[in-house]
Structures are given as C-alpha cells and as structure tokens.
C-alpha cells in the first residue's frame, strides 16, 4: 500500500536548515497497524504528512496505492486524500462554527456527493456521541471532539487513517477509549498509521517504528499488542457493524450533478452567513462602503430619471413639433437694445404665417400674465394666458371637464375662461366650477371647462392658470396691445429648421426689417430645447452615478482588506479543509461566496437607504423620484461585481495555501 525510498525533507529557517527526513525509506502493507515513535523533531511528524499527501518530498520517491506521488497534480492529490485517506489530529482540527454532524459530513461535499445525513448520524452515534450531533465542538469534550474526527475520518470509508499523537490532548480514560476504536477500525481492514511518543499508546500498534534525528533507528514487529476492544462497547454491542452499515451508506448515497452541487452552494452559503455574524461589527464595516456607494446610485439615478421626465411631461405639455416666435432679443453683443430696436408681433403677423407657411397646421398668440381670480370669499393669485382655440390642441390641453373656447368668442372678446385644476381646488373645494362666474381683476368670467391636470414642481405649477380668449386678455384684462409670443405647430419634425427660415424670412418681409435688425426677434425650437434638457439631465445622472461608483470602488477595497483577514485568521482552518479533500477552486469558491455574501447584503441595504434617500428627495425638490427595476439591477450587479472582484485576490491567496504549512499555522 506506501512504498518510500530514499525520502528527504529539508525546511528552511533563515540562516539554518532543518533535515526533518535524511533519506527515509519505508514500506507498509495493507492491513498493517503501524506506530512511529521518536523525540519532538525526530521527523516522525513530517513522515506522517508526507504519507498523508499534505507535504511532498523534496527528493525520493513515493508510491501510495500504486500512484506515484510526484506524477500527481495537487486537485488529484487532494481527490486522493479525501476518496482514500482520513485524519484524526492531536488537536482535534474541527471547525469551530459548524455542529459535530456537519464536521463529519464535510468530506462528503469535497467527494461531490449530496451528504447522507442519516449515514453521518450512525457513525456519530456508533461512537457514541448520538446525543451530540448538533453540539458545536467547544460544547464537546477532548475525547468526545476526538471521537467526532474519527467519524469524519470515517465518513468517505477510506482504505488508510492516519493519526497523529490521537491521544495527546486527552486524560488517560479518554485515550484509552480513543486507542480501543483505532484499533477495532484496523481489525475491520483498515490500514492505520499512528505518530505517537508514548509507549502505552505505541503497543496497540502490530509494528513499531523509532526515529531519531530524521532517520528510521528502528522498524520491528510488538508482540505484547493491546486490546480490550471485545470488552469495550460504545453506544452499541457491535461498533464495526455500525460503521460498515454507514460506511456502505454513503458508498450508495448521493450523486454527482445538481443535488451536490446545490449542497456545496447550500454549505458555502451557511459558512459565508456564519463567517458574518461571527463579527458583527467587522462585517457591518466592510458593508459599509458598499451600502453607501449602491444607495447613492438608486438615489441618483431614481432622482435623475425623475428629474428628467419632470422635464420632458412639462415640455410635451408645450407641445410637439413646436415654434416659439418672441421679441428681442433682450442684448445684442453684450449691449442692451432699446425698446424701438426689438421686433414686437400683433394677431396679423400670426394670420400671415398661417396664410403663407403651407406646412404649418396650428398657430396662435399668446399673451400672458399675473391675476387675482376670487369666489365666493376665496381669491387666488394666478397666471393668465389669453391664447387662440387651437391652444388646447397644441398643447394637450383639452378640457377633462367642459369645453374650449371657439373663434367666435375669440372675434366677440367673450369673458369666459377655461381653468386649472390648482383653481379647481383652491376657489371650488368640492364644488362643480363648470357655469360658475369668477372675478379676474374684478371682471367677471364664466367658467366653461377644467385643463387637464399636468403636475407641479417646486419651480412651476402647470395647473395654476386661467386660458381666456386672447382678445379678451389683451383688451378688457391685461391691456396688451402687442402678442407676447407666437407659437406654431408643424406637421413634420424634419422640416423644423426650414420652417424657421421660411418665417424669419417673412417676418423680415413684412416688418421691413434693415439688416442691423435681423436679429431683433428669435425663434425657438421646442424638440431642440427637449433633448438639451434631457441630455444635460442624463449627463448629470451619469455623472453623479459615477461619484457614485467610487464610493462602491471605496467599498470594495474594505471588503478585500476584511477578506485578506479573514484569510489570515483561518488559515487552520483551510488547511483541514485541504486535508479532508478540498481542492483549490473549493477553497476559491468558498472564500468568494463570503465576499458576495458581505457585497450583495450590502448592496440589499443600500437598495432601502437609496429609496427612503430618493423618496426624501423628491418630495423637497417637488418632482417624482423613479426607482426602476434597472437601476436596482445595475445596483445589485454593481455590488456583484465589487464583491467577486475584490474577493478574488483574498480567495486565490487561501487556495493556494499549501495544506501542513495552513495546518501548522498558528
């Protein structure tokens, strides 16, 4: 079965070299029960984690059933010790946050076997521990902690056990108890290799071998072994029976593919979750960061797409395809021009367009201004818009309640008026408007229809207006002789900016207009004014984004920091999980399921601080945050990301922990 010629093992220690092996050669069959005795730094140790394929030699070869060694690469090695070997250690090498069962079942998962629970739970009990199997090991005592590493060592039904000084942390009673299992496992067929100093101990084995400064003195058979074993019961009469049945258990329990996959996800997870509330404090820091950093991008973009579409319901409010024909402008290469210098616009100028611009299907002008509208006791200061009838179409604002004004109102200068719902609430309450008259500057308006509701913002209350008839606003309201704006409507977007020329053109036609004032008057597109706006809204939400993203950047370098100790400090721990059989991406996923684990729970908090932030937010500044399904997936996958980028470095670093140097550490 172990085949070592001529094995030398050399450590170095600064300035010195330690010669743990000087050329060991050793041969043991199977079924053998093997005892090897030596002083502290004999080199009895190294030979046993040589044997065990925790440690390699530096020169020499070994066979171990039938493979040579050092033909091996370390995921086979690995699969070898877990399908083959099993480890009972001096200090018990249990994991701390895990019950006794899943201790024992943990080799199972590096065998890419779904554990049989039931399997595990028969071999503890067979050791008599049936009433300890949810008890966490500092719950247990040594020779109870001891009898749980058998089990593990156990649970994969492994042709060799290897047991180093499996009684030196023990009082008397509980090695010999400890002593008597070995030794009924080794008459059941199982090969046994026990690294021991004491003499007691050494004559349960059937060969011993001594050891003294890294070289064999000594390999002779012990004709004086002892055993009670006939004598010894635990938990039942027959121990091996109980092990045989749960040993063929696992041999026919659980498969390859998704069930043992889910379970290994299943355990990384608990570990992860385990890892996590074992420091409370520290894993809330390392959250920290990423909390901050995804809050921040569900706010800003939430803030920003609200922001945004705030911008363009207000602007289709003003309609599409639109003109807007003002005086001015106000300055003229940095001077300002008097009053006689701008270009002002009468209701003519509006039937010149609609007369001479085939393209144009709307046009009407508008004056505007400020009036205190009353009611019954109440009075409201409001804006006043006198436009044309096809205002309502132009600018989607048909009555939801009542109707428009039509031409013929418009040539008789009637005083009826359509008003806002902020009007509706304020002067009404409760009350139908449609009929009513209300005074506007102590003129008296028939109300005839309700705009429809459009929305406010801190800066502007679309529904806070009065629509008159534009000669009633100019002669019997505002006094107005000139329109203030003249707007236009086309039916294709494309033909925009002809447009605007063609009526530049006309304008300057038809107010004889010297070049030195081609540019008293200008013409503005809405769609052009639309995506600035909306362009400039995105750019700042991508913008903020950004900042924000640096604050996760922050977070993720917290995360690896926590990670690169968390490393350090189980570095013990990996070691055993590379003893029982875990491989280098195991040990890769593991450690990157904890850094996902601490970035995604981070990340699902700031997913609420980022809603209650935007929610708080948009209610000061007056518009609608939007917490999208998007935004909280780049969020998410942001963190994610974070999480598995900066884990990796920490999860690669203990993977590649080679197994005795991890065990030795302390």
Do not use: C
């Amino acid at each position: 079965m172990i085949k070592i010629v001529n094995a030398v093992k050399t450590y170095d220690r600064g300035e010195t070299a330690v010669h743990a092996l000087r050329g060991v050669s050793l041969s043991i069959g199977a079924g053998e029960f093997t005892a090897i005795m030596g002083p502290s730094g004999s080199g009895k140790s190294t030979l046993l984690h040589l044997l065990g394929l925790l440690d390699v030699p530096d020169s020499g070869d070994y066979t171990l059933f039938g493979h040579e060694i050092h033909r091996i690469s370390d995921d086979s090695l690995a699969e070898l010790r877990n399908s083959s070997i099993g480890f009972v250690f001096q200090h018990f090498n249990l994991l701390a946050r895990t019950t006794a069962l899943e201790n024992v079942l943990l080799p199972v998962l590096y065998a890419r076997h779904k554990p049989d629970v039931e399997a595990g739970k028969k071999i503890l009990a067979a050791l008599g521990l049936a009433d300890r199997i949810d008890h966490s090991p500092n719950e247990l005592s040594g020779g109870q902690q001891q009898r749980v590493a058998i089990a593990r060592a156990l649970i994969n039904n492994p042709r060799l056990i290897l047991a180093d000084e499996p009684t030196g942390n023990l009082d008397s009673t509980s090695a010999v108890e400890i002593m008597e299992i070995i030794s009924g496992l080794n008459r059941a067929g199982i090969t046994v290799v026990m690294v021991t100093h004491e003499d007691d101990i050494a004559r349960y084995a059937g060969r011993i071998i001594h050891m003294r400064d890294g070289l064999i003195q000594s390999d002779v058979p012990n004709r004086k072994i002892e055993s009670n074993v006939s004598k010894f019961e635990i938990g039942s009469p027959d121990l091996n029976s109980h092990l045989n049945a749960g040993k063929h258990q696992i041999e026919n329990s659980g498969s390859d593919g998704w069930g043992a996959i889910g379970a290994g996800l299943a355990s990384n997870l608990k570990q992860a979750w385990r890892a996590l509330k074992a420091n409370k404090v520290r894993s809330a820091l390392s959250m920290l960061g990423i909390l901050i950093g995804v809050a921040a991008v569900i706010a800003m973009l939430a803030i920003g797409q609200g922001a945004t579409k705030s911008i363009k319901d207000q602007l289709a409010s003003m309609g599409s395809n639109l003109l807007i024909i003002r005086p001015g402008p106000p300055r003229h290469q940095g001077i300002s021009m008097s009053e006689g210098m701008i270009t002002r616009f009468t209701r003519e100028d509006v039937q010149d367009i609609a007369r001479e611009i085939a393209i144009v299907t709307n046009v009407a002008g508008l004056v505007s201004g400020r009036g205190q509208a009353t009611y019954g006791g109440k009075n409201w200061n409001t804006r006043i818009v006198g436009s044309e009838p096809v205002y309502a179409q132009m600018h989607a604002a048909v009555p939801v309640v009542g109707r428009f004004f039509n031409e013929d109102e418009v040539r008789a200068k009637a005083r009826v008026a359509v008003i806002g719902m902020t009007l509706v609430r304020e002067l009404f309450d409760s009350e139908n408007p449609i009929g009513e008259y209300i005074k506007i500057n102590k003129v008296n308006f028939q109300v005839i229809g309700i705009l429809p509701e459009k929305g406010a913002t801190q800066f502007w209350n679309q529904d806070d207006n009065i629509t008159i008839p534009v000669t009633t606003a100019m002669d019997r309201l505002l006094g107005k002789k000139y329109v203030d704006t003249i707007e236009l409507e086309i039916a294709d977007q494309d033909y925009l900016e002809q447009v605007q020329e063609e009526i530049k053109a006309l304008i300057i036609r038809t107010h004889r207009l010297p070049p030195s004032r081609h540019e008293s008057f200008n013409i503005q597109n809405v769609a052009e004014m639309q995506a600035a706006l909306t362009e400039t809204s995105r750019v700042m939400s991508w913008l903020l984004s950004a900042i924000a993203a640096v604050s996760m950047l922050v977070g993720g370098i917290g995360i690896m920091n926590i990670m690169l100790v968390s490393v350090t400090e189980r570095t013990r721990e990996i070691g055993v999980r590379k003893a029982v059989g875990a491989k280098r991406g195991d040990i890769l996923t593991q450690f990157l399921t904890e850094a996902l684990v601490i970035s995604i729970a981070g990340g699902l908090f700031g997913i609420a601080l980022g809603w209650i932030i935007s929610t708080a937010v948009s209610s000061l500044a007056g518009w609608a945050s939007i917490v999208t399904a998007y935004s909280i997936a780049v969020a998410v996958g942001f963190s994610a990301i974070i999480g598995i980028v900066f884990g990796l470095w920490p999860a690669r670093k203990a993977s590649a922990l080679n197994p005795i140097d991890a065990l030795r550490y302390e």
